[in-house]
C-alpha cells in the first residue's frame, strides 16, 4: 500500500506543473510603416528608407500569465527603429525603443502581467522599452472576414482589412515579410488607418491605405513565443 501512495504522490508532482503553466488565447494585430503584402520591387525599394516603426497588439481572449487572469484585457507595444524592421523583425535594427501600452481597466496586478507579457513576447522590443501608458483600449477581430480594429486612448489607432484583388500592383504579391511577434495563424492584409501618436519614441506616424498590417491568432502554452499547435 505505501508503494502505491509513493507512486501517487509522485504521479501528482509530474502534473502539476503542467496544469499550473501559463496558457494564453487571443488574437494579434500588427501594422508597420512599410509593405509587408506586397512584391519584391515594392519591398526593395523600401527597405533601409521604410518600415522602421510598427505597432503589435494582443487581444487576450482567455489564459493567464504569471498565474494572473487576462482574460479580455489587451495590450499594445509601438517599436522604432533606425533600420527596417525586415526579415529579421524587432532584431535588425542595431538601435531600437519601444512603448508599452496597457489596458486602462485591468488591475494594478493585471496591468503587471500585461507588461511582463508584452515584454516576454515582443522579442527584442521587450528589451528596449522606455516607456508605459495606461489608456482604455478596444481592441477586435473578425478572423473570418479579416477585419480588424484597435483604439489605444488618443495614443493609437488601427482599422484593418483583408486584401482584394484591386490591392495588387504587379500581380507577384506574397507576405514578404514574417509577422513581428510568433502567432499561430496570420494573413497580411491593408491598413485602412494605422497612426501612432504617442510620446517616448521621437516620432510619431500615420500609414493610411498600406499593405502593411498581419491579422492574426495565438495561442501561448509558457515561455516567449512557445505555440501550442503550430504549424
Given at each position: 500500500m505505501s508503494n502505491r501512495i509513493l507512486a501517487l504522490v509522485a504521479l501528482v508532482a509530474m502534473v502539476l506543473p503542467a496544469a499550473a503553466a501559463d496558457s494564453v488565447t487571443g488574437t494579434y494585430l500588427e501594422s508597420r510603416t512599410c509593405q509587408v503584402y506586397t512584391g519584391p520591387c515594392f519591398a526593395n525599394a523600401e527597405t533601409a528608407l521604410a518600415g522602421r516603426e510598427a505597432l503589435m497588439a494582443w487581444n487576450i481572449e482567455s489564459g493567464?500569465?504569471?498565474?494572473?487572469?487576462l482574460a479580455g484585457l489587451s495590450v499594445v507595444v509601438a517599436?522604432?527603429?533606425?533600420?527596417?524592421?525586415?526579415y529579421q523583425g524587432v532584431d535588425d535594427p542595431k538601435e531600437l525603443k519601444s512603448a508599452i501600452i496597457v489596458d486602462a481597466k485591468a488591475s494594478a496586478a493585471q496591468k503587471e502581467a500585461l507588461v511582463a507579457f508584452a515584454k516576454e513576447h515582443a522579442g527584442r522590443a521587450g528589451r528596449e522599452?522606455?516607456?508605459v501608458d495606461a489608456v482604455p483600449i478596444t481592441m477586435s477581430m473578425d478572423s473570418v472576414e479579416?477585419?480588424?480594429?484597435l483604439q489605444a486612448g488618443e495614443i493609437a489607432k488601427l482599422t484593418t482589412r483583408k486584401a482584394r484583388p484591386g490591392d495588387c500592383i504587379c500581380?507577384?504579391?506574397?507576405?514578404?515579410?514574417p509577422p513581428l511577434a510568433k502567432?499561430?495563424?496570420?494573413?497580411?492584409?491593408?491598413?485602412?488607418e494605422a497612426e501612432f501618436k504617442g510620446h517616448g519614441l521621437g516620432a510619431t506616424w500615420s500609414t493610411p491605405e498600406s499593405r502593411s498590417v498581419y491579422m492574426g491568432?495565438?495561442?501561448y502554452r509558457s515561455g516567449p513565443g512557445d505555440l501550442a499547435g503550430s504549424e
Open positions: 493567464k500569465h504569471n498565474n494572473v487572469d517599436v522604432r527603429g533606425n533600420d527596417t524592421l525586415a522599452v522606455v516607456r479579416l477585419k480588424g480594429e500581380s507577384n504579391e506574397v507576405q514578404f515579410y502567432i499561430n495563424r496570420f494573413a497580411a492584409g491593408v491598413a485602412i491568432e495565438f495561442h
